[in-house]
C-alpha cells in the first residue's frame, strides 16, 4: 500500500502559477506517476505523466506548455508545476501511482490515490 499527500492547492487568480505536490509514503521509484484532475460534474480527467525515471512526460493537450511535472524519485515526490492558470483549470487534483514504469493517460492504469488537493482559479 502506498499512501500519497497531495499539498499546494489553493485560490489563485487566472493567470498566476501555482505548484502543487504530493508525496508517496514509500518508494515508486519503478513506476510512472501522474496527475489527475476533476472538476464539479464532470469525469476524471488526465493531467500529466512522468515515467519512471523522469526522462518522458505526458500532458492533456489543455494544458501542454503551461503546465509542468517533475518528480524526485529518492524522496518518493512529484510535483506539478501550473502556470498561466485558467478558470477552467479549476478542479479537484489527484496525484497517483501508476501499474507500470512507462506513462498512461487513463486512470484504470494507477493503482493508488491521493484524497485531492482544491485547486480554484478566479477571473
Known amino acids: 500500500q502506498v499512501h500519497l499527500v497531495e499539498s499546494g492547492g489553493g485560490l489563485v487568480q487566472a493567470g498566476t502559477s501555482l505548484t502543487l505536490s504530493c508525496a508517496a509514503s514509500r518508494t515508486s521509484s519503478n513506476n510512472a506517476m501522474g496527475w489527475f484532475r476533476q472538476a464539479p460534474g464532470k469525469e476524471r480527467e488526465f493531467v500529466a505523466g512522468?515515467?519512471?525515471?523522469?526522462?518522458?512526460?505526458y500532458y492533456a493537450d489543455s494544458v501542454k506548455g503551461r503546465f509542468f511535472i517533475s518528480r524526485d524519485r529518492y524522496k518518493n515526490t512529484v510535483s506539478l508545476q501550473m502556470n498561466s492558470l485558467k478558470r477552467e483549470d479549476t478542479a479537484v487534483y489527484y496525484c497517483t501511482v501508476g501499474l507500470r514504469a512507462s506513462i498512461s493517460s487513463a486512470s484504470s492504469d494507477y493503482r493508488y490515490w491521493g484524497q485531492g488537493t482544491q485547486v480554484t482559479v478566479s477571473s
Open positions: 512522468i515515467n519512471w525515471n523522469g526522462g518522458d512526460t
